[in-house]
């Protein structure tokens, strides 16, 4: 039996119109109607209760794309589905309700001028999830969920650490009772002390309320353990998508190899695929062809001249009986080994 999905994406585009002196700083054309292409062409799916990541390097259009996916932001073309259904930018509070998003920085996510009991049981009354009169209650089980005392509910957030703010703004984002979690770079302005709680807090919860979790990073040493399925993304395109065990074991596209290179090892003895060289192209003047030809160390002539489709390159047998898709955008994925 095909598991639900829950949202998908479908050719997503975003487009940047940039004046002509930031088209120069990028080295485009130069021109007043120069865009840069944040997102072209983006198609990916989340399946109910499941922890998908999506990861690449920093202005790569992860953060774009979570926008998009939760309405703040309307793609040039494509279409966002829920359930099946299209949504669109302009959304129904029950859709704006039951997909919510943590953000990276915990501390501009939060109102500094309101307690945590006024902030998250304004969320409350508004959308009905309680009657008045389990206001209360319900505020103190949040907090107690994600691993806090109900004394944190008169406080700032202010008075809070880093790790126990970004909680509470898992707290705010579960209020509303969503069936969806976007979590962009929830740790990244963490230190890392507390870097880990907050990840195994959030896979905790993911299997206790049955949320399908977008978890959206660079880092790809805590993915493994916290995700089901990857995405790789490059220069606003999906270059990989599978297994999460299958794309650590036998990545087919050379810039997912280099990413898996770059986590750090504790023995020197392993052997390792070589650093990306090099920065990535203009979003702005793209080059023909694939868009990681000028920092692939396989590049072939081929790659020069034709833009790779994200294709299925194999298909891994999974522990339900069924095969879980492997999808690359390599001309020669086949071949890497």
Same mark, same amino acid.
Do not use: W
């Given at each position: 039996?095909?598991?639900?999905?829950?949202?998908?994406?479908? /050719?997503?585009?975003?487009?940047?119109?940039?004046?002509?002196?930031?088209?120069?700083?990028?080295?485009?054309?130069?021109?007043? /109607?120069?865009?840069?292409?944040?997102? /072209?062409?983006? =198609?990916?799916? $989340?399946?109910?209760?499941?922890?998908?990541?999506?990861?690449?390097?920093?202005?790569?259009?992860?953060?774009?794309?979570?926008?998009?996916?939760?309405?703040?932001?309307?793609?040039?073309?494509?279409?966002?589905?829920?359930?099946?259904?299209?949504?669109?930018?302009?959304? #129904?509070?029950?859709?704006?309700?039951?997909?919510?998003?943590?953000?990276?920085?915990? *501390?501009?996510?939060?109102?500094?001028?309101?307690?945590?009991?006024?902030?998250?049981?304004?969320?409350?009354?508004?959308?009905?999830?309680?009657?008045? =009169?389990?206001?209360?209650?319900?505020?103190?089980?949040?907090?107690?969920?994600?691993?806090?005392?109900?004394?944190?509910?008169?406080?700032?957030?202010?008075?809070?650490?880093?790790?126990?703010?970004?909680?509470?703004?898992?707290?705010?984002?579960?209020?509303?009772?969503?069936?969806?979690?976007?979590?962009?770079?929830?740790?990244?302005?963490?230190?890392?002390?507390?870097?880990?709680?907050? $990840?195994?807090?959030?896979?905790?919860?993911?299997?206790?309320?049955?949320?399908?979790?977008?978890?959206?990073?660079?880092?790809? #040493?805590?993915?493994? =353990?916290?995700?089901?399925?990857?995405?790789?993304? *490059?220069?606003?395109?999906?270059?990989?998508?599978?297994?999460? @065990?299958?794309?650590?074991?036998?990545?087919?596209?050379? *810039?997912?190899?280099?990413?898996?290179?770059?986590?750090?090892?504790?023995?020197?003895?392993?052997?390792?695929?070589?650093?990306?060289?090099? @920065?990535?192209?203009?979003?702005?003047?793209?080059?023909?062809?694939?868009?990681?030809?000028?920092?692939?160390?396989?590049?072939? @002539?081929?790659?020069?001249?034709? /833009?790779?489709? $994200?294709?299925?390159?194999?298909?891994?047998?999974?522990?339900?009986?069924?095969?879980?898709?492997?999808?690359?955008?390599?001309? *020669?994925?086949?071949?890497?080994?």
């Amino acid at each position: 039996m095909p598991e639900e999905i829950m949202l998908e994406a479908r /050719d997503i585009a975003v487009l940047f119109n940039q004046s002509k002196g930031f088209a120069r700083i990028f080295g485009g054309a130069r021109r007043s /109607d120069s865009a840069l292409h944040a997102l /072209d062409g983006v =198609s990916l799916s $989340l399946r109910r209760g499941e922890s998908l990541a999506l990861v690449g390097e920093s202005g790569s259009g992860k953060s774009t794309f979570a926008n998009v996916l939760v309405g703040r932001l309307a793609p040039a073309a494509g279409q966002v589905h829920f359930e099946g259904e299209h949504i669109g930018a302009e959304r #129904s509070i029950s859709h704006r309700r039951r997909i919510q998003m943590v953000f990276q920085d915990p *501390y501009s996510s939060l109102n500094p001028r309101m307690t945590v009991r006024r902030a998250i049981g304004e969320l409350l009354r508004v959308h009905r999830i309680v009657p008045p =009169s389990e206001i209360d209650a319900e505020l103190v089980r949040l907090v107690n969920l994600v691993g806090l005392d109900e004394e944190v509910l008169d406080a700032y957030p202010g008075q809070f650490s880093g790790g126990q703010r970004q909680r509470l703004a898992i707290a705010r984002a579960l209020a509303v009772r969503p069936d969806i979690l976007v979590a962009d770079e929830p740790v990244s302005a963490l230190d890392v002390s507390v870097q880990a709680t907050v $990840l195994n807090l959030i896979s905790e919860l993911q299997r206790e309320l049955g949320l399908s979790v977008l978890f959206i990073g660079h880092n790809l #040493s805590v993915v493994r =353990s916290l995700c089901q399925r990857v995405a790789v993304m *490059y220069l606003g395109r999906i270059v990989e998508v599978a297994d999460v @065990d299958e794309i650590f074991d036998n990545p087919k596209h050379p *810039y997912t190899r280099a990413l898996i290179a770059s986590i750090p090892r504790m023995h020197r003895t392993i052997e390792r695929e070589p650093a990306i060289q090099g @920065d990535p192209p203009s979003p702005i003047n793209l080059p023909v062809g694939c868009r990681f030809q000028s920092r692939c160390p396989l590049v072939q @002539d081929r790659c020069r001249a034709e /833009d790779p489709a $994200l294709r299925l390159v194999s298909a891994t047998p999974t522990a339900g009986g069924e095969f879980e898709d492997h999808l690359s955008a390599c001309h *020669y994925a086949e071949e890497l080994v």
